[in-house]
């Protein structure tokens, strides 16, 4: 049985970071449709995603000119909208995660669905945080909404690979407790 390729749906590398994970519960962003999203930070060095996902984008845009085209005159160039595929170094040179990467934000109405290295179903919402490393699969598609043209991004699924140093400065349970001789003599 041949599989369909579709030229707008990209698996990225397995060193991808998932970044502001929302996976396990929908928000609404400024009183909008509540979604489910994560901004996934790839290595500048992973080309093959990223020459993946330029791929995408252009076969987005190639599928949407009547979209993009609304009731212009003519398709605005490629170069000239929104596309999803941004530069840490230009758009965060604050945030050392994002430092020699790109990303992509996508979001999804569905929940996505999450499995494991071996593919089983993450039941414990405690895996998955903004840190760890994995793969996702998503999908671009072309977009003309109240005067803003581009290419957006969907979310399908995650695939968590690996746990990595959390983001957002919160600490894990695990981590905070791990090391038991900390305070045990304090009074003597």
Known sequence: MSKMTN???VITGKNTRFSY???NEPKA???GTPKYSVSLIIPKSDTVTVEKIKAAIKA???EGQSKLKG???SVPALKAIKTPLRDGDEERPDDEAYAGCYFINANSATKPGVVDADCQPILDTS???SGIYGRASINFYAFNTNGNKGIACGLN???KLRDGEPLGGKSRA???FSDDDDDDDFLS
Do not use: H, M
């Open 7 to 9: 030229p707008c749906k």
């Open 21 to 23: 994970l929302i996976v």
């Open 29 to 31: 962003i400024n009183g």
């Open 60 to 62: 987005a845009y190639d």
């Open 71 to 73: 009731n212009g005159k």
């Open 127 to 129: 895996e998955l945080y």
């Open 157 to 159: 699924n995650l695939q």
């Open 174 to 176: 695990e981590d905070d």
